[in-house]
């Protein structure tokens, strides 16, 4: 699809445009604002992939060759594709996108003319985040406005001032039914475009109004820094409406996705890897301001599964990297409910969970204005481990004093220490648990352990039934594991490696995905003729005559080679000598076998000949053989 859809939009953009923003952009810097990237070794980098979830990372980039794969689901690419994939633009979006930020004119061409033409009409998705720049500026421009004054000392009372307003583009919607809408609409953008977007709406009588008035906003930004949607919050009294009211669901805006604040704070999420979970927009200032600046909020909805994926992804939360993930919740009822479902999601999490509540049960914001910016940090550099909190909680719900409220007590705990990804912890946790409940260690390790079995029952294969051998890969075998590593010389160094991998035919691969990679290298033009970079990977790849063979190339244009130090001819050469031996031995093997079953009486001719072929074969693997001597 990508391929099509290349070859279709390449005549509106110039094919030397295209090309020159692939080489202008670096996709290390692109991915990185999405995905925490560490070094993999040979120049590569690494991270959990943004398109599916994993615990190990699988997600490789090769900024030499300006292209990425991820190892766990097959994607792949440049740093077009990574646009479209991760931002669900079209190529041209993508391509104006990288233009825009190497600061490239690009120029368009009609399908079946030369001369430049006019820009094409931006995408449904720049549009809407066009609109809502603009709404950002109205909204901004009327917080100044006297009708604004509630804004103002709204924001005034929890001590932020103009500079902090201004640093969160803060706004305000004002007491009419359609100011914005007017405003936009005299902008360009159309009916349609405000109501998909979620800053308009239908009214009764048909007409189109503002979806926010009365309000103080807040703009919310996705991780690339793009508005798009808005939080906003009641100052009125005679406002019937909801405290908080946010932008609905979006083609832009998925609430589950959003997190408030991670455009400021995710390099700093990614560089001390840690991250603090706070409940709304104005604790997201309050700890930016006090020294906390690693700290985000869901915007009208609970903490879940998306925002795990999101979060992980900056933090590299892998078992080499454990990051830190901080819940701060109000001390009050529903605050320590939703401690008690966060720690439910703290098994999707390979790093460390913990909880920071005030000792007075204020949030960030309240805890700022009461004792400064302090006693914010204070609150998050105390915390505590999630799981401690959750049995606390749990117990403190029990009479302890009477043996029917310690048995209920440890059967509801028992749960919560068998979750506990640690398993080396388990045990301490154990003996704190029957300390607490005054309980012998004995039964309280019963009880874990039949908490930690009964959800796998359910998906255990019976008793005694017998192991499923695994069956051995194609590519696991040594001449496969050569064949792959000429395909990478090909796809990395074809400057190096193009002249001697062409002129080893493509009958000495053996593996069939090995064999159609080999066909389309020769389809684009063969390694020789080719200079490298993405464009000659996507060229190979679009050559490929199946989907695993494109798959294959774009793992093999990241997968580092295998050898210490800088790439050399020898190397090459060792290489495709072992290429061709491995092949050569295979032939030898099934001749021996074939002479064997030849009755060398009766097809005497048949005999001598294959025993000719046979001593010829010998001979050139050992030629082979000394030429690959000493090699990888």
Not at 176 to 187: A, E, F, Y
Not at 333 to 361: M, N, W
Not at 568 to 580: E, F, H, N
Request: glycine share 8%.
């Amino acid at each position: 699809m990508y391929g099509e859809e290349v070859a279709e939009m390449t005549g509106r953009i110039r094919d030397e445009d295209i090309a020159l923003v692939r080489e202008r952009t670096s996709i290390a810097e692109i991915i990185s604002e999405t995905v925490t990237l560490r070094s993999a070794g040979g120049g590569n980098l690494k991270g959990l992939c943004p398109f599916h979830d994993e615990k190990s990372p699988s997600f490789n980039v090769s900024p030499a060759r300006n292209v990425w794969y991820c190892f766990g689901c097959g994607a792949g690419g440049d740093a077009i594709k990574f646009l479209m994939d991760a931002e669900h633009l079209s190529f041209v979006e993508s391509v104006e996108r990288l233009a825009g930020r190497a600061g490239l004119q690009l120029r368009y061409v009609a399908n079946d003319q030369t001369t430049p033409r006019a820009r094409p009409q931006q995408g449904q998705k720049q549009r809407l985040i066009a609109a809502h720049v603009a709404a950002v500026e109205f909204y901004q421009g009327q917080l100044t406005t006297p009708g604004a004054r509630p804004a103002r000392e709204f924001l005034a009372q929890r001590g932020f001032d103009k500079a902090a307003a201004e640093r969160y583009a803060c706004g305000f919607a004002p007491d009419g039914w359609d100011l914005l809408t007017r405003h936009l609409r005299q902008q360009g953008f159309s009916h349609d475009e405000l109501v998909i977007a979620g800053l308009s709406r239908p009214a009764r009588s048909g007409s189109l109004i503002d979806r926010f008035r009365r309000r103080l906003l807040w703009p919310i930004r996705d991780l690339a820094g793009d508005v798009v949607g808005f939080g906003a919050r009641k100052l009125f009294d005679d406002d019937d409406s909801p405290k908080y009211l946010n932008t609905p669901e979006t083609p832009i805006y998925k609430k589950s996705h959003v997190l408030y604040g991670i455009d400021q704070a995710k390099r700093e999420i990614a560089k001390q890897g840690k991250v603090v979970v706070v409940e709304g927009y104005t604790d997201v200032m309050a700890c930016h301001l006090a020294g906390v600046p690693t700290a985000v909020a869901t915007c009208g909805t609970a903490f879940g599964g998306d925002h795990i994926g999101v979060l992980r992804r900056l933090l590299l939360d892998t078992e080499a990297v454990a990051g830190e993930i901080i819940f701060t919740f109000d001390g009050d009822a529903a605050g320590q409910k939703a401690a008690l479902r966060a720690f439910d999601d703290d098994q999707r999490f390979v790093g460390r969970t913990f909880i920071a509540v005030s000792p007075d049960g204020m949030d960030p914001c309240e805890l700022r204005l009461a004792k400064g910016e302090l006693a914010v940090r204070d609150l998050v550099a105390r915390r505590e481990p999630l799981v401690d909190f959750a049995l606390r909680h749990v117990i403190g719900r029990h009479d302890l004093d009477t043996v029917d409220g310690r048995v209920e007590a440890m059967r509801r705990a028992a749960p919560l220490v068998a979750k506990i990804k640690d398993r080396e912890k388990r045990p301490e946790y154990v003996r704190k648990l029957a300390g607490d409940l005054g309980m012998e260690i004995e039964p309280v390790q019963r009880a874990v352990l039949a908490a930690a079995h009964a959800p796998d029952r359910a998906n255990t294969a019976p008793r005694g039934a017998p192991a499923q051998p695994q069956p051995q890969s194609p590519a696991d075998s040594p001449q496969a594991a050569v064949e792959r590593e000429a395909l990478k010389l090909a796809l990395q160094a074809p400057v190096l490696a193009g002249p001697m991998f062409d002129a080893v035919e493509a009958t000495e691969y053996r593996h069939p995905v090995h064999v159609a990679v080999r066909a389309a290298v020769a389809a684009a033009g063969g390694a020789a003729a080719a200079t490298g970079g993405a464009v000659w990977i996507e060229s190979v790849r679009h050559a490929c005559a199946d989907l695993a063979a494109q798959a294959l190339v774009g793992e093999l244009a990241v997968e580092p080679l295998r050898i210490d130090g800088e790439l050399d001819p020898r190397y090459v050469s060792v290489t495709m000598a072992r290429l061709q031996w491995g092949a050569v031995t295979g032939r030898i093997r099934e001749l021996k076998s074939r002479i064997q079953r030849i009755n060398p009486v009766s097809n005497k001719d048949e005999y001598f000949a294959a025993f000719g072929e046979l001593l010829s074969l010998e001979q050139h693997a050992r030629a082979l053989r000394e030429q690959a001597a000493g090699g990888l």
